[in-house]
Nanobody, 123 residues
Framework: QVQLVESGGGSVQAGGSLRLSCTAS???????MGWFRQAPGKEREFVAA????????YYADNVKGRFTISRDYAKNTMYLQMNSLKPEDTDVYYC?????????????????WGRGTQVTVSS
């Protein structure tokens, strides 16, 4: 069983930066890891993903060039560095883990989810 805990959310003005963290309990060396986000009344949206072993990133088009996903083996933690933030990036951000190790934008592929952290970007 894997538990995921997000942190690092907060409020920032447009153009600012935040770094989200997702710390995992349990062994995730072969997992695929991802970030998703969701606004009230909307579907959950893919943001970025990375394979824990190979570290190859995969981004949604609307965050490419602004967000960077990474992971730290020693800390069992995944990060999402978010730069040039826009008001439309305001959402609850969730991290997720896929036992199959797939780097994917499909929500249904992920087996474990964190509870989310709120990001608010003001104009």
């Amino acid at each position: 069983q894997v538990q995921l805990v997000e942190s690092g959310g907060g409020s920032v003005q447009a153009g600012g930066s935040l770094r989200l963290s997702c710390t995992a309990s349990g062994r995730i060396t072969s997992y695929g890891m991802g970030w998703f986000r969701q606004a009230p009344g909307k579907e959950r949206e893919f943001v970025a993903a990375v394979s824990w072993r190979a570290g190859i990133p995969y981004y949604a088009d609307n965050v490419k060039g602004r967000f960077t996903i990474s992971r730290d083996y020693a800390k069992n933690t995944m990060y999402l560095q978010m730069n040039s933030l826009k008001p439309e990036d305001t959402d609850v951000y969730y991290c997720a883990a896929d036992r199959g190790g797939i780097t994917t934008h499909h929500e249904y592929e992920y087996d474990y989810w964190g509870r989310g952290t709120q990001v608010t970007v003001s104009s």
